[in-house]
């Protein structure tokens, strides 16, 4: 009777063999002209300031690396089988000095054998020839007989390190001439600065909510004493402590820091998108320190420098509530020109009233000459 078992080939091997390091080749040119495309687009959106795009791009060219690492390998294994053919077809059971070559090819065509065709022929061969109890103590225990750099390579999903990723920003700009510095990267994912308008370039809330709806962490000017509350109000008091250190002035402005503790409200300000102090909550941790001015524009925040594509904002959703924050701002002269504290607006649902002064009484008007009394009689006829 005739048997379906399949039985091993030495020809049809050593064909497949020679196939494989030819397509090898040709996959190995393909890729690396294909890397070289993407390293010319991360270096345009270097250029054009896109380093979030770019970092996606690089991540996505270390992945073909380590492709393209595997798939040198896996040629020189092929490639020392050739060399080595005899003993693959004179010797029933595996020898030590083809084994890692079997066992890796073995793997591959297992788990590439769809999408290289000569890995699948060469897997079946195998598996004729050492058995089919063998070839899958190699696949279940994959980690004992083959390279380990060449287990992670073909199996790995992990997300390459950051610091890998920088690593090859920093060449691909050197390579093509771009100025580049790392930024350092937003905590997590999509808790990066708001989007910005691609038609007029402006900063973009979430949809229907309007501008400067957020809280932002405000800037803060000189030490002032904080407002009185008026008369039988109960303020708040603040859970956190403020810290003030004054900077000196220079050309107008007057640089300072300070430091405030995120409460379950945030800091209770508001900000424009390019980070300039709109308001401030009464309360809250900026109101309670009694430093805060509209008009102060925040330069850092716990060192990371702000700007219109990095608000405050961006920064300071990551941190958690009870957390301390110190806020680089800056405050020009014409701010404030009495040196002090300006008075803060209160942000409540409803516009502020300033206080009421008590109305002076009205001055007594001077008396008419003669002269001015007939002139005014005259105008009064002639409107009549």
Not at 19 to 32: I, P, S
Not at 273 to 287: C, F, L, Y
Request: hydrophobic share 40%.
């Amino acid at each position: 009777m005739f048997s379906s078992k399949p039985k091993y080939s030495a020809d049809k091997t050593k064909v497949h063999l020679k196939m494989l390091c030819n397509r090898f080749q040709l996959l190995t040119q393909k890729k690396a002209n294909l890397a070289k495309q993407q390293k010319r687009q991360v270096a345009t959106l270097l250029r054009d300031d896109k380093e979030q795009n770019a970092r996606i791009l690089v991540e996505h060219i270390i992945r073909e690396d380590y492709t393209l690492e595997s798939y040198g390998i896996l040629r020189q294994y092929a490639e020392m089988l050739l060399a080595r053919l005899e003993v693959v077809n004179s010797e029933d059971h595996l020898k030590p000095e083809i084994a890692e070559a079997v066992c890796a090819l073995l793997y591959a065509g297992w788990l590439y054998g769809s999408e290289i065709p000569e890995l699948k022929v060469l897997h079946a061969q195998f598996t004729a020839k050492y058995g089919k109890e063998y070839a899958q103590e190699v696949i279940e225990n994959k980690e004992k007989y083959l390279n380990h750099r060449l287990v992670r390579m073909l199996t790995s999903t992990q997300v390459p390190d950051p610091s890998v990723v920088e690593l090859y920003l920093t060449e691909i700009a050197k390579a093509y001439g771009v100025d580049f510095t790392p930024k350092p990267p937003p905590g997590a994912f999509g808790a990066a600065p708001d989007p910005i308008s691609s038609t007029i370039g402006i900063a973009l809330p979430l949809p229907g909510m309007p501008v400067n709806s957020a809280e932002p962490v405000a800037p803060q000017p000189a030490p002032a004493a904080p407002a009185r509350p008026a008369a039988g109000v109960a303020l708040p008091v603040a859970s956190a402590s403020c810290a003030l250190a004054q900077g000196t002035s220079s050309g107008g402005a007057v640089p300072f820091t300070v430091t405030l503790t995120k409460g379950i409200a945030g800091f209770g300000m508001n900000l424009t998108p390019d980070n300039v102090v709109v308001a401030i909550k009464p309360g809250s941790e900026a109101a309670a320190c009694g430093l805060i001015q509209p008009g102060d524009r925040v330069l850092h925040l716990n060192g990371h420098a702000v700007s219109v594509d990095e608000p405050v904002k961006s920064f300071a959703i990551d941190l958690a509530d009870g957390a301390a924050a110190t806020f680089s701002l800056v405050r020009h002269a014409d701010t404030d020109s009495a040196g002090g504290a300006a008075h803060i607006p209160v942000v409540d649902g409803s516009p502020a009233t300033p206080p009421q002064q008590p109305a002076a009484p009205a001055a007594a008007p001077p008396p008419l000459s003669a002269d001015d009394d007939l002139a005014r009689r005259l105008a009064d006829l002639k409107r009549g």
